[in-house]
């Protein structure tokens, strides 16, 4: 009942981020600074842990293929589907939840616990559309970020790979150009565009909704992070029985 | 001039407003008191529209609220000024965007307009050279200040100000009462002021409604409070060791 209850409220909330809007000016601003905070802010920490992944990923690969009738570009094939199917747009999107999501609840939350969200009220702002549409609009741009997660992580793969003796560089980019099937690409962009959809309005609603003080701030951003990413793990198991089967 | 007529408005199976009728004078500071948990803020946001009482009229002049139409809302909300408990200053806005904030709202003026508005309300709340900083970097009493600034930018016919000393220490606390007060008279502003501090009731009580549980006890003047009967105001008023050895002090010359 009480679930019921909370997917009516998530529901009801998007019809209100979408409706009523505030001033364009003011709007435009609001999503040059999301952009700031939730696209550009992301980027150090989604290179480091790309790269470094990628590099992992070839070296287990080259690790577990000691077989030598199993051919050498198989690490740089391997390389790129993991990263390109799974790691880039799910797991990179796991950690954004961690990060970005638990960044909106709280800063939402804490506008609620402290009546800035009844400030806007009063003015007669709506205020899910302007606090939850620039986040939106802001994450449009979350592909890049995923691309940019694919290109490092499969560069930090060659690096590994080659610099550890694991493969040559010929046969890695052999091994990415193997049976490279383009659809692939599109499947991990209409997912990431999925994900996005959820990193913007689950940690907004988490927030918006809160009841208490600055402790419930933090346990909103605990459990928003809990419904975030089990919202991304089944979105991810939804679209690839649609798309791949 | 603000009118409620019976209102009602519950949470659930509670009831948190149990039919209040009274009415808030223009160009007076008019106080809603009672214990914590009596309905005072909740009284104050059904003013403001923020909640939507099931039951009664409240009157903006002879207008009803729950009649209005949008447009006769926009126009209203423009009318209103709200000085929240500890004032919901936007913290990733600069002072003087937060006062500002109201003015690119509402109006179409240029910048410089703006600017030179803001920097006048700034002066009257006696603050000046805080413009860039952010809430965080200043006091809590100054906070309060920029809030009031904010919410009488826009030249509010009504200002609602809910525990506008809460936190602050006892001096800070009458300046801040004080301004409110002279605000009202000077612009002749309907102000409606939440509050448990007595010491506000002596300062600026113009007048005053007293509830408890939800329920309208007593209205008064602040000359009133002190000689009622009512033991639901007595009680409150003399909580405190003060204002009972005040008392005392009053029975003995007499
Ligand atoms: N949004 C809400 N939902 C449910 N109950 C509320 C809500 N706001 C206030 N209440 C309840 O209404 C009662 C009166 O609260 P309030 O008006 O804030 O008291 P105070 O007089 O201290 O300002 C309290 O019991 C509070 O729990
Ligand atoms: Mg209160």
Redesign the pocket.
């Known amino acids: 009942m009480k679930y019921l209850k909370d997917i009516g409220s998530y529901f009801l909330m998007l019809k209100r981020v979408f409706s009523s809007f505030t001033k364009s000016a003011v709007l435009k601003k609001l999503i040059f600074k999301e952009i700031d905070d939730l696209i550009i802010g992301s980027m150090p920490i989604v290179a480091f842990i790309s790269f470094f992944v990628g590099g992992v990923i070839a070296i287990q690969t080259a690790l577990n293929i000691d077989n030598p009738l199993i051919p050498e570009y198989l690490v740089g094939f391997a390389t790129r589907q993991s990263i390109i199917l799974e790691f880039a747009p799910t797991f990179i999107s796991i950690i954004m939840a961690g990060k970005v999501g638990s960044f909106i609840t709280s800063s939402i939350g804490s506008m609620r616990v402290t009546e800035q969200i009844d400030a806007l009220e009063v003015m007669g702002i709506n205020s899910l559309n302007y606090l939850v549409f620039p986040k939106i609009v802001a994450l449009l741009l979350y592909p890049f970020v995923i691309a940019v997660a694919m290109f490092l992580g499969i560069l930090g793969g060659w690096v590994a790979g080659v610099y550890g003796g694991f493969s040559t560089s010929a046969a890695f980019i052999q091994g990415l150009q193997e049976d490279f099937i383009p659809f692939h690409i599109i499947y991990a962009f209409i997912k990431t565009f999925v994900f996005a959809f959820i990193l913007a309005t689950v940690p907004s609603w988490q927030g918006y909704f809160m009841k208490g003080g600055a402790l419930e701030v933090g346990k909103a951003s605990t459990t928003s992070f809990v419904w975030t990413s089990v919202l991304i793990i089944l979105a991810n198991y939804i679209v690839t029985q649609l798309l791949l089967s | 001039m603000i009118k409620v007529d019976n209102i009602r408005k519950r949470?659930g199976e509670e009831e948190?407003l149990k039919g209040i009728t009274t009415t808030f004078d223009k160009g007076k500071t008019n106080l809603i008191i009672?214990?914590?948990?009596?309905?005072?803020?909740?009284?104050l946001k059904c003013l403001i529209g923020l909640f939507q009482p099931e039951e009664g009229l409240i009157y903006f002049e002879d207008k009803i609220l729950q009649e209005m139409n949008e447009e006769e809302h926009r126009v209203l909300r423009e009318d209103l000024g709200m000085l929240f408990q500890g004032g919901a200053l936007f913290d990733s806005m600069t002072i003087e965007e937060n006062v500002m904030f109201p003015l690119r709202m509402f109006t179409t003026q240029k910048k410089s307009e703006m600017l030179e508005r803001v920097n006048e309300v700034l002066k009257r709340v006696n603050l000046e050279n805080v413009n860039k900083k952010y809430p965080a970097e200043i006091s809590g009493g100054m906070q309060k200040r920029v809030s009031i600034a904010r919410a009488i930018v826009n030249n509010p016919k009504y200002l609602f100000c809910d525990e506008p000393n809460s936190g602050l220490d006892p001096k800070t606390a009458i300046v801040i009462d004080n301004l409110i007060q002279e605000i009202t008279h000077e612009y002749n502003i309907t102000t409606i002021v939440?509050t448990h501090d007595m010491n506000s009731v002596m300062e600026i009580g113009e007048k005053i409604v007293f509830?408890k549980n939800g329920t309208l006890v007593w209205q008064g003047t602040n000359e009133e409070i002190f000689k009622t009967d009512n033991e639901d105001v007595t009680s409150f008023v003399y909580s405190s060791d003060l204002f009972k050895k005040i008392r005392d002090i009053q029975i003995k010359e007499q």
């Open positions: 949470f948190i009672g214990q914590s948990g009596s309905g005072k803020t909740v009284l939440v509830l």
